[in-house]
Each structure stands twice: as structure tokens, then as C-alpha cells.
T-cell receptor
Framework: DTGVSQDPRHKITKRGQNVTFRCDPI?????LYWYRQTLGQGPEFLTY????????KSRLLSDRFSAERPKGSFSTLEIQRTEQGDSAMYLC???????????FGSGTRLTVV | TQLLEQSPQFLSIQEGENLTVYCNSS?????LQWYRQEPGEGPVLLVT?????EVKKLKRLTFQFGDARKDSSLHITAAQTGDTGLYLC????????????????FGKGTLLTVNP
């Protein structure tokens, strides 16, 4: 297993455009998480899937954000009508037993210009 | 309000020195994890501590979980330049009764620089 994969690694987009990120978790992990991290901060929770069910969404996740995990495998995070404040590192993590830790991907660095 | 407070926020030391970083909270956690993150990469799990008072060692790194499971410390002996990075603590709290649904909350991290 190659760990958690995220694509793309970097994305530069113009304000107002839509972007979509993909995460491929470790295949045995049924739980998948999205976090956002800005400079000087720790990761902030965005949303959580157990298999294909989205069980929790942070209030940070505005209506412009949507996440899916069809068939309980890979996940996508879409941001519509991007704003400069959306610029951040978007991290995906997966786990089997979450109390014991996550495996993170390398992240997608989004820059909105 | 920050659920997990990490201190110091920045630490710059010389190779060979010892250091301790702290992670404190008023909340009780089911477990607490430490991660190390390098620039442009995701965090990498170093250790998970579960039992109050637990001490775990990972080569030159010693992790301790407070008796009340509210705080933790990470001690590095004889720091090396390869230890440079952002050290994050994260506490796991159960979000739903039954099952095993936990949410991980991160501190802001301690940015450690070890100079040659």
C-alpha cells in the first residue's frame, strides 16, 4: 500500500473558479477525514466519512464546499466560487481505529489569486 | 478558543541540546497523538498515548501523557538537525456514544529548528 494519495499537490486558481481535489485513502481504512491548514496553524477539521456516509461537517464548511465519498473508496472535495480566504493546504487522512491516529496524505496546496 | 495549547510556539536550539515541548488542555481525551510535519507535507504520526501517566520512548524522543489525560509532553534528547519540523499534538474525543467515532483536534504546533 502506498499510503494516502492526494491529487493535485498544488493548484493555483483565479477567484471565482471552482476546484476539485481528490483523495485516495489506504484501502483497509473505512474512515476518511478532510482538514484545512493555514500558515502557523494546526490542521482544522472540515468533514468526516465512515465508508460512504458523511457523518460530520464542520461549521467551517460553508455552502461553497462539498465533499463526497462514492462507494466508500476515494473522496473528492469541491470548492465553488473560490475566494482568496480559501487559500490553504487541504489535507486528507484515513484511519481504521481513529483513536490511535491517522495517516495523512501530502496535501493539496491551493492558492487563489 | 483553542482546545489544545502548545508551548512554546517556536523553538530554536543547537544540535546536541535537549528540549521539551508541551501540550495542554482543560479537556479530557481518549487518547493523544503527536505528529511531526515538514514543510509542504502532511503530518506524520509519531506516537499515540492512551493511558493516564503513560510514557513512551521512540529512540531519542520521550512522550508522556498526563495522569488526568488532559496534557502531554514531548522530550527530545540530544537534538539533531533532522528533528527540525512542526510538532503537533492532537487529542481524540468521542463524538458519538457507541461505536468508535472520534474527532481529532489539533494544537497549533511547536516549530522546532535545530541548528548545526
Amino acid at each position: 500500500d502506498t499510503g494516502v494519495s492526494q491529487d493535485p499537490r498544488h493548484k493555483i486558481t483565479k477567484r471565482g473558479q471552482n476546484v476539485t481535489f481528490r483523495c485516495d485513502p489506504i484501502s483497509e481504512h473505512n474512515r476518511l477525514y478532510w482538514y484545512r491548514q493555514t500558515l502557523g496553524q494546526g490542521p482544522e477539521f472540515l468533514t468526516y466519512f465512515q465508508n460512504e456516509a458523511q457523518l460530520e461537517k464542520s461549521r467551517l464548511l460553508s455552502d461553497r464546499f462539498s465533499a463526497e465519498r462514492p462507494k466508500g473508496s476515494f473522496s473528492t472535495l469541491e470548492i465553488q466560487r473560490t475566494e482568496q480566504g480559501d487559500s490553504a493546504m487541504y489535507l486528507c487522512a484515513s484511519s481504521w481505529t481513529p483513536a490511535y491516529g491517522y495517516t495523512f496524505g501530502s496535501g493539496t496546496r491551493l492558492t487563489v489569486v | 478558543t483553542q482546545l489544545l495549547e502548545q508551548s512554546p510556539q517556536f523553538l530554536s536550539i543547537q544540535e546536541g541540546e535537549n528540549l521539551t515541548v508541551y501540550c495542554n488542555s482543560s479537556s479530557v481525551f481518549s487518547s493523544l497523538q503527536w505528529y511531526r510535519q515538514e514543510p509542504g507535507e502532511g503530518p506524520v504520526l509519531l506516537v499515540t498515548v492512551v493511558t493516564g501517566g503513560e510514557v513512551k520512548k521512540l529512540k531519542r524522543l520521550t512522550f508522556q501523557f498526563g495522569d488526568a489525560r488532559k496534557d502531554s509532553s514531548l522530550h527530545i534528547t540530544a537534538a539533531q538537525t533532522g528533528d527540525t519540523g512542526l510538532y503537533l499534538c492532537a487529542g481524540a474525543m468521542m463524538v458519538r456514544l457507541g461505536g468508535s467515532n472520534y474527532k481529532l483536534t489539533f494544537g497549533k504546533g511547536t516549530l522546532l529548528t535545530v541548528n548545526p
